[in-house]
């Protein structure tokens, strides 16, 4: 396959993936809801989510670098929430978040669903490895006790 087909693809795989993990979202926290029931809501929602995420994320991600580090990352979960009330500001009539709390648990619903989704999708590879002892060091090279006179 060619390099941009690869990446259309991916982008589609995201989407998609991204699409669902907003569907379950909205089944799983009640503060979070589509007005229209067909599918196009979703899909435009992940959209706008997908680009904001690629654009307006890192800027924030930036600015709150000392919060990341002081919280070991775990302030990216509040920075997924406001985006989150972001498209639900910019999709007003179709898609709602009602408070900061439903979009904070919303995020951490969809990270997770998205994080499954990945692994079981290869999109993502969890890879754990043992890594071999240190050489051991042998008598002639001073590795012995230490006395300090």
Not at 36 to 49: E, F, I, N, S, Y
Not at 56 to 65: K, W
Not at 74 to 88: D, G, K, P, R
Request: hydrophobic fraction near 55%; proline fraction near 7%; charge should be positive.
């Amino acid at each position: 396959m060619q390099s941009e087909t690869k990446k259309v693809l991916q982008f589609i795989k995201s989407w998609l993936i991204n699409t669902f993990a907003v569907l379950v979202a909205v089944q799983v926290v009640h503060g979070i809801h589509f007005r229209d029931p067909g599918l196009l809501a979703p899909v435009l929602t992940a959209l706008v989510l997908g680009i904001l995420n690629a654009f307006i994320r890192p800027i924030l991600v930036i600015f709150a670098l000392p919060l990341l580090v002081f919280t070991l990352g775990l302030f990216m979960l509040v920075i997924n929430a406001l985006m989150l009330c972001f498209v639900s500001w910019l999709m007003q009539p179709y898609f709602q978040v009602n408070t900061f709390g439903s979009a904070l648990l919303g995020a951490l619903v969809i990270s997770i669903v998205s994080v499954a989704l990945n692994i079981l999708t290869g999109g993502a590879r969890v890879q754990i490895q043992r890594r071999p002892p240190p050489p051991k060091k042998s008598d002639h090279d001073g590795g012995g006790p230490v006395i300090d006179v």
